[in-house]
């Protein structure tokens, strides 16, 4: 696990994007989704593991519901400290956009919340291709997998059957969980949004 790569993409003088340092561990192994509008709006989705989140981008976002499989493809490793990062990357640098924290929380195996056992059991998955664990976040929430789809690059995202499993759209709720705020210029986003609260007012 290494931060070279975030490292070398970056031009830390013109992005106000972190600096890529190891962390220390906490008591939970965090999770953060991030809604990124960069030339392709995505999601990108993160999971501590030795320090550093691995990092997958989501283009269409999560899904509640266990019957939608979701793309993933892994991108390079980020610093921790990237967890609590919104901002607009300037035109010109690598990811160029709009970035907000449209999820956080943590993580932990299906078998046991002890964080070090976790962190073993997902390491021997993103080995072998595939791992299943259990979302404590503000939107996600209960069992998920991710699994390599055969010998090719990318892998799949998909909710697990749990009793927090709904065909009610997750991403319908574009706001930041850090500070409320939406992606600069989306307008559908607020369209979304407004339909969902006046949906549930009815
Ligand atoms: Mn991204």
Redesign the pocket.
Known sequence: MSLTLYNKKRKFEQTPEPKGTKQKKSSGLRFVVQK?D?SHL?Y?FRLEMEGVMKSW?VPKGPSMDPSIKRLAMP?EDHPISYNTFEGSIPEGNY?AGDVIVWDKGIYHSENTDERDESEKEFLRGLKSGKFKFIIEGEKLKGLFSLFRLGDQKGWMLVKGKDNYATSDDVTADPRSVLSGRMLIGRKEDTTKYKEKISKLKK
Do not use: R, V
């Open positions: 990124h960069a995505h990108d981008a991108t990811g």
